[in-house]
């Protein structure tokens, strides 16, 4: 009796643990594709299997990437604060105003550099969703087998 519980519960297990969600909604704010998809739109798609990334623009457009022909992916936030509107609610609601200019909106760029099969190089700049854009990078790095280069917040560049 003792096995037979056992193994349903292995079987529950392996059920719950589910393969990661490979396909993820993202904004495409630049790269090798000339598009007139505005930079706001959340209804581009990042699809990442292992033998293929495929981004498709919601004008239609594709980049079809080889994991293996990544060269580079990096990762970078870039924290705003929306200081305007809050010094506007702050006219009429001082206290509620004060809270908001604390607040950062961080956003989370992931750039994938790579060499075409005619050995011409291209890249991709994408945003990730605050909520996904750890399971972009960990499913980007699964599939590439590349390390993530991560930004430093507030690095300084070094002007010769």
Known sequence: M????????CLLIQTAALPQRNVFNVRYLGGS????????DWHNTLTIFTDEIRLELRDGQKVNIDPHSVTAISYGREATR?????????????????????????????SIEYESGDHKKGG?????????????????????????????KNKKLNKP
């Open 2 to 9: 003792k096995m037979v519980a056992a193994l349903l519960t």
């Open 33 to 40: 594709l000339e598009t007139k998809t505005d930079e706001d």
């Open 82 to 110: 929306h200081v305007a509107r809050w010094v506007t609610l702050g006219i009429l609601f001082a206290p509620i105003a004060a809270v908001g200019l604390f607040n950062e909106n961080v956003q989370h760029y992931v």
């Open 124 to 152: 991709v700049l994408i945003q990730a969703h605050k909520d996904n854009y750890r399971n972009v990078l960990a499913v980007l790095r699964g599939a590439t087998g590349k390390e993530i280069q991560v930004e430093k």
